[in-house]
């Protein structure tokens, strides 16, 4: 049953990859075309707009690839190990990446929301970064958690 869970979360951890390449591919260039065209004072905008939303994209992906490990670990009985640990970890600065730079863009929803007199792109603006957020602290957390976990095992082991 182990097993079949994660094979599940694999696959799941590979399929999400295929969305954010389809925006990184098709919805990027048409914000950064649009960036372009509403604010044209600001010809660096587009630039801006490809590097911190495809640049996101880099621990995006990242996060991905050290998730996909931490399953193996499963796989592997390793799941107790300072591995998971550190990919957890990593998971975790991935996140707050992730987060830091969709908040550097969210002023250009701002402006946005301005331009198009709808205020609700901000909110908008904020799910990545609010998401991203919650998932570093998840990660966080089940970092300490798993840490502890090593720490007790660890104990028992020295008292048998």
Partial sequence: ??????????????????????LCIFL??????????????FAFIKYLVFIAFDASSIPFYFALYQAFKLLRYIDQNKAFSDLSVKALKK?????????ILHVLVWPL?????EVDDAPGVIFV???????????????????????????IKSENDLTV
Avoid: D, R, W
């Fill in 91 to 99: 998971i975790k600065y991935c996140a707050i990446t992730i987060s």
């Fill in 28 to 41: 990027v260039p048409e914000m950064a075309n649009l960036a372009a065209e509403l604010l044209p004072e």
């Fill in 109 to 113: 929803f701002y402006i946005f929301a």
């Fill in 125 to 151: 603006g904020l799910v990545v970064p609010f998401a991203s957020m919650v998932i570093a602290v998840f990660a966080a957390v089940l970092q300490k958690l798993l840490q502890e976990a090593i720490h």
């Fill in 1 to 22: 049953m182990e097993k079949v869970t994660t094979l599940f979360l694999k696959i799941t951890v590979i399929l999400l990859g295929f969305p954010v390449l389809a």
